[in-house]
Nanobody, 115 residues
Framework: QVQLVESGGGLVQAGGSLRLSCVAS????????IGWFRRAPGKQRELVAV???????NYADSAKGRFTISNDNAKNTVYLKMNSLKAEETAHYFC?????????WGQGIQVTVSS
């Protein structure tokens, strides 16, 4: 089992930046992919960015060029640096880890971008 705890959300003005953190615990050695998803009000959950064990990254088209996902294996932490945030990116952001045939989700954290 993998447990995930997110932090770093909050309120930011449009054009501003935030860095989200996700700390993993438990069977972290088995994590193959870890990353961020979000669910905006009235919309379905969508991928934001993920990173594989080998360091390969994948971003939503809307995130490319503005967001950066990175990890610190020594701290079992994955980060999402978000720049030039837009009001429509107000959402609940979730960390997700995939390990074998299993997956774990964090509780999520709110990001509110004011226009």
């Amino acid at each position: 089992q993998v447990q995930l705890v997110e932090s770093g959300g909050g309120l930011v003005q449009a054009g501003g930046s935030l860095r989200l953190s996700c700390v993993a615990s438990g069977s972290v050695f088995g994590i193959n992919v870890i990353g961020w998803f979000r669910r905006a009000p009235g919309k379905q959950r969508e991928l934001v960015a993920v990173i594989t064990r080998g360091g390969i990254t994948n971003y939503a088209d809307s995130a490319k060029g503005r967001f950066t996902i990175s990890n610190d294996n020594a701290k079992n932490t994955v980060y999402l640096k978000m720049n030039s945030l837009k009001a429509e990116e107000t959402a609940h952001y979730f960390c997700k880890a995939e390990y074998g045939l299993n997956e774990s989700w964090g509780q999520g954290i709110q990001v509110t971008v004011s226009s």
